[in-house]
């Protein structure tokens, strides 16, 4: 199975920081990588698919990038509401296996 | 407006079983594939699983192949999530997700179902 690996674990960043998260495969899987924020006890929600998509109604603030075995995640200047917990995930096979997840928190 | 509204909590003895179902309103389902993914206690997501109704042919996670049994019933626009002998690392919160394509993001999410596990 493709495993997903994601650094950091967590991060300390202020309102207006730049932020990237990055995530590994452990094999290729071209493009087919997705982004997700989820906040305490709530379902997580689409950010990014296909690696640098970016899904309606999601602020321009976000972006992806990547193929193969490296992806980022990137939040061009931080917001109050952009403190939560990424996750990434492939969809190149049916095991859609995430990443560990990056909490974001405030420094 | 896409919804999926998943059964409530859920309390199990270890060794018993526990049947989430994930409704779906607001769009067409047979299409898509329903997804469950769950998340322990300050855990990450994991998938478990999904089907896709117009093939009929469910998907499992290696981890859960012998004890998961995921359904549908298409008149409903309901799918079902079953695991059996239940045991204490078990207990989360079991989300139903609809995926998109079948390389594709999961777009709508159910609002979550707690499963305990407890003697």
């Known amino acids: 199975d493709i495993q997903m690996t994601q650094s950091p674990s967590s991060l300390s960043a202020s309102v207006g920081d730049r932020v990237t998260i990055t995530c590994r495969a452990s094999?290729?899987?071209?493009?087919?990588l997705n982004w997700y924020q989820q906040k305490p006890g709530k379902a997580p929600k689409v950010l990014i698919y296909?690696?640098?998509t970016v899904q309606s109604g999601v602020p321009s603030r976000f972006s992806g990038s990547g193929s193969g075995t490296d992806f980022t995640l990137t939040i061009s200047s931080l917001q109050t509401e952009d403190f939560a917990t990424y996750y990434c995930?492939?969809?190149?096979?049916?095991?859609?296996?995430f990443g560990q997840g990056t909490r974001l928190e405030i420094k | 407006q896409v919804q999926l509204v998943q059964s409530g909590a859920e309390v199990k003895k270890p060794g018993s079983s526990v049947k989430v179902s994930c409704k779906g309103s607001g769009g067409t389902f047979s299409t898509y594939g329903i997804n469950w993914v769950r998340q322990g206690p300050g855990q990450g997501l994991e998938w478990m699983g999904g089907i896709i109704p117009i093939l009929g042919i469910a998907t499992y996670a290696q981890k859960f192949l012998d004890r998961v049994t995921i359904t549908m019933d298409e008149s409903t626009n309901t799918a079902y999530m079953e695991v059996s002998s239940l045991r204490s690392e078990d207990m989360a919160v079991y989300y139903c997700?609809?995926?998109?394509?079948?390389?594709?993001?999961?777009?709508?999410w159910g609002q979550g179902t707690l499963v305990t596990v407890s003697a």
């Open positions: 995930q492939q969809s190149y096979s049916n095991s859609y296996a």
């Open positions: 296909g690696a640098s």
């Open positions: 094999q290729s899987i071209g493009s087919f």
């Open positions: 997700a609809r995926g998109t394509t079948v390389t594709g993001p999961f777009d709508y």
